[in-house]
């Protein structure tokens, strides 16, 4: 089993700044990617931003230029750097690990609320 913590999120305002941080515990060995997804009220579940073990990025169209995911092996961290925010950032955002090459599993942290207004 794998625990995902996620903190960081919050209220800012159009054009600020926010730092998400998801730790993982447990069976951390099985990780490979890890992402941030985040869903606004009303919409579907959407991929933010996704970086591999080997480090490796893909980001939604919609956050390139502003979002930057980096991630410490070492420590089964992952951040998610979130710039020039705007209302339509509002949404829940989830830390994601994909365990399914190791043992067929994702995981999915509790979510964690970020509010941009305007």
């Known amino acids: 089993q794998v625990q995902l913590v996620e903190s960081g999120g919050g209220l800012v305002q159009a054009g600020g700044s926010l730092r998400l941080s998801c730790a993982a515990s447990g069976s951390i060995f099985s990780i490979d990617a890890m992402a941030w997804y985040r869903q606004a009220p009303g919409k579907q579940h959407e991929l933010v931003a996704r970086?591999?073990?080997?480090?490796?990025?893909n980001y939604a169209d919609s956050v390139k230029g502003r979002f930057t995911i980096s991630r410490v092996n070492a420590e089964y961290i992952v951040y998610l750097q979130m710039n020039s925010l705007k209302p339509e950032d509002t949404a829940v955002y989830y830390c994601?690990?994909?365990?399914?090459?190791?043992?067929?599993?994702?995981?999915w942290g509790q979510g964690t609320q970020v509010t941009v207004s305007s």
């Open positions: 994601y690990a994909d365990a399914r090459l190791q043992v067929g599993v994702e995981y």
């Open positions: 970086i591999t073990s080997g480090g490796s990025t």
